[in-house]
């Protein structure tokens, strides 16, 4: 059996997490509940206690649980030590799981936050250096002499067909001169042979 002092250099060297599981009042009130619920005497009790501190701490597997209730629960019948495993088993140990992986699974997670914040300081850090050696090569490099810019005259491009159509400039028709009409040959009204009434006839 696992001597308790043992159990306490165990216990000085476990993690926070369980140590804090270790002291907490849910385990005190699983082991009581376990206690009452087969009327453990005080021996059991102490046996009891002893073999769940060294499964949690690591001391022992717990596989091993059986072996050890045999051993310190020994006036007890087999089918009752059963009992008692599955009870610490749901009462103790499954929680306690629940609680490593939580611990394991905020360990990941800070470690992840670290990693993120590490690459982005050191990204920061590439981009000062490439900006001062940057300014650094600025401030040593005389600046370029630019050449004053050649004149090239323009050449007008030739205007297309349509434009040169467009602006020949185009002559208007010759003038047609207006042949003057040739008076008309006056008409003697035609005479009239009738008697004129007015007129004294011949002697």
């Given at each position: 059996m696992?001597?308790?002092?043992?159990?306490?250099?165990?216990?000085?060297?476990?993690p926070?997490?369980?140590q804090t599981w270790?002291?907490?009042?849910?385990?005190?009130?699983?082991f009581d509940a376990i206690r009452t619920k087969y009327n453990l005497h005080v021996d059991h009790a102490g046996n009891l206690a002893i073999a769940l501190d060294a499964v949690i701490l690591e001391l022992k597997q717990f596989t091993e649980l059986p072996a050890l209730l045999k051993e310190g629960l020994a006036s007890l019948d087999d089918?009752?030590?059963?009992?008692?495993?599955?009870d610490v088993n749901d009462t103790v140990f499954v929680p306690l799981r629940a609680l490593v992986k939580k611990h394991a699974d905020e360990v990941a997670t800070k470690a992840r936050e670290e990693a993120e914040l590490n690459h982005r300081v050191d990204t920061m850090i590439e981009a000062e250096a490439k900006l001062a050696d940057a300014e650094a090569k600025l401030k040593t490099t005389p600046p370029p002499v630019i050449a004053p810019?050649?004149?090239t005259p323009q050449t007008q491009a030739p205007a297309s067909i349509l434009q040169q159509k467009m602006s020949t400039a185009v002559a208007p028709p010759p003038s047609v001169q207006e042949v003057p009409a040739p008076n008309p040959t006056p008409v003697a009204p035609p005479r009239?042979?009738?008697?004129?009434p007015y007129r004294e006839p011949p002697a």
């Open positions: 696992i001597t308790q002092e043992e159990i306490q250099k165990a216990y000085q060297r476990a926070e997490h369980i270790i002291d907490s009042d849910e385990l005190a009130k699983a089918a009752t030590r059963d009992k008692v495993v599955k810019a050649r004149t009239y042979h009738g008697t004129d």
